[in-house]
């Protein structure tokens, strides 16, 4: 299991922009895709983006064309860069690392977006 250590969110306009990061630390064992997911309260997590250990991506419908998802994998970071946001977007983000036999979470940080 690794350690994740979300930063970025906080509050933007609809139609700005942030850019969430996520360190990874604390396992020795390799670690293969990474991604972020969000949650509202009251709905059930949904996958925002996810990137494989060679930079291959996947997005939901709801953010292609205007979020970014990349690693730098000598760091163990993903990020995730969010464009034209828009009020629905608005959830805690999570990143996730994923190893042979674990998936590993982080703590989650809040995006709100205003109208």
């Known amino acids: 299991q690794v350690q994740l250590v979300e930063s970025g969110g906080g509050l933007v306009e609809s139609g700005g922009s942030l850019s969430l990061s996520c360190a990874a630390s604390?396992?020795?064992?390799?670690?293969?895709?990474m991604g972020w997911y969000r949650r509202v309260p009251g709905k059930q997590r949904e996958l925002v983006a996810t990137?494989?250990?060679?930079?291959?991506?996947n997005y939901a419908d709801s953010v292609k064309g205007r979020f970014t998802i990349s690693r730098d994998n000598a760091k163990n970071t993903v990020y995730l860069q969010m464009n034209s946001l828009k009020p629905e977007d608005t959830a805690v983000y999570y990143c996730?690392?994923?190893?042979?036999?674990?998936?590993?979470w982080g703590q989650g940080t809040q995006v709100t977006v205003s109208s």
């Open positions: 990137i494989t250990s060679d930079s291959t991506t």
């Open positions: 604390g396992s020795r064992f390799r670690i293969n895709g």
């Open positions: 996730t690392a994923d190893q042979p036999t674990f998936r590993s």
